[in-house]
């Protein structure tokens, strides 16, 4: 197991790092402390030959001005919040709209925009990142003041491990994910569409005008959202407007770590299993890059060229009782495991 930490660039007068952990088997995460950002992820296909699998930029600037949340934090609330405004104890707050008429993914300086304390940690078993940061008090229009540790873990059995925890001095609401763009036949080489998917989950949260969830949780049988079974991407996604954005509810008996998903990618032979806490995930495959986006090598990344898995809870929780819920009291303690497993078939 290695680690090394190299200079970055400057945010705000802040310095920015990379890390770069690297496992026995070659895999390699590089991530930076701006927005907690994985910059790059080195996996072995089927011929041991190792490709970069997360869309991304060659550098901080870029990071800085093009699409926010290519490989991201996301926090205080993953997601969509309807209008912006929950109440909480009795209490409304108005949060920055940012996607059309609602909140989306902590508003415009959300945790994706946060430069982290950050420090390396490791043994022989493995190596990782700690992320540190404090929300305070009115940040982005959600109360309490907020701290958050996030930690990014690589071990030799090929897992990228991401566990979140946070707590709070005041009634709050709390929603982390990560917003990693795959692509297992690596960054750059077209679109996802021949991959095939299992997601584990029976049901969807069913969304109304922008993305809205309506409250009702509909199954995904006889619909082009079922994944139940291994299906490509492509093969019903010209039936939904755009492509997949949608939250599934997981199957899951209890607490602890569940099966999420699996995607596998036939020509490299990669294969990523996830599995976490969370209740729900976001599948989403790269509906609004439109080739105006320029990622590493100044490659052009189109419609659908990364999908993404965020395991989170439902959008819009705060406004729907009869959803798992997302309020964090003061002496209570969120934590998320999220494991990112890659093996070849």
Known sequence: MNITK???????????????????????????????IITSLLVPDKTGKLDDVVLGFDNLATYLTEHPYVGTLIGRYA????????????????????????????????????????????????????????????????????????????????????????????PTVVNLTHHNYFNLKGEGCGDILDHEVMIN???????????????????????????????????????????????????????????????????????????TTEPGMQFYTGNSLDGTFTGKRGVKYGKHSGFCLETQHFPDSPNHPGFPSTVLNPGEVYRQTTIYRFATI
Not at 19 to 25: P, S
Not at 83 to 88: E, I, K, S
Not at 106 to 125: C, L, M, T
């Open 201 to 275: 989950a029976d049901r969807y949260t069913v969304a109304g005008e922008g993305l809205i969830p309506t409250g009702e949780l509909a199954p995904v049988k006889n619909t082009p959202l079922d994944f139940t079974a291994w299906q490509p991407i492509g093969a019903r996604i010209a039936e939904l407007s755009g492509g997949y954005d949608h939250n599934y509810v997981l199957n899951r008996e209890g607490a602890g770590l569940t099966l999420a998903a699996s995607v596998r990618q036939p020509k490299s032979g990669r294969i990523m299993t996830v599995y």
């Open 79 to 170: 997601n969509r919040i309807a209008q912006g405004r929950f109440v909480l104890n009795g209490k409304t707050y108005r949060l920055p709209l940012n996607d059309g008429e609602n909140h989306l993914h902590g508003g415009n300086a959300g945790f994706h925009r946060v430069v982290w304390e950050a420090a390396e940690f490791g043994d022989a078993e493995r190596v990782g990142v700690e992320l540190n940061y404090l929300s305070r008090d009115g940040e982005e229009g959600y109360p309490g003041n907020l701290s958050v540790t996030v930690r990014f873990l690589l071990n030799d059995q090929n897992e990228l491990v991401i566990k979140y925890l946070a707590t709070t001095d005041q």
């Open 6 to 36: 190299i200079p970055f660039g400057v945010v705000g007068g802040k310095e920015v790092f990379q890390f770069t952990l690297k496992n026995k088997n070659d895999m390699t995460v590089q991530m930076i402390n701006y927005g907690g």
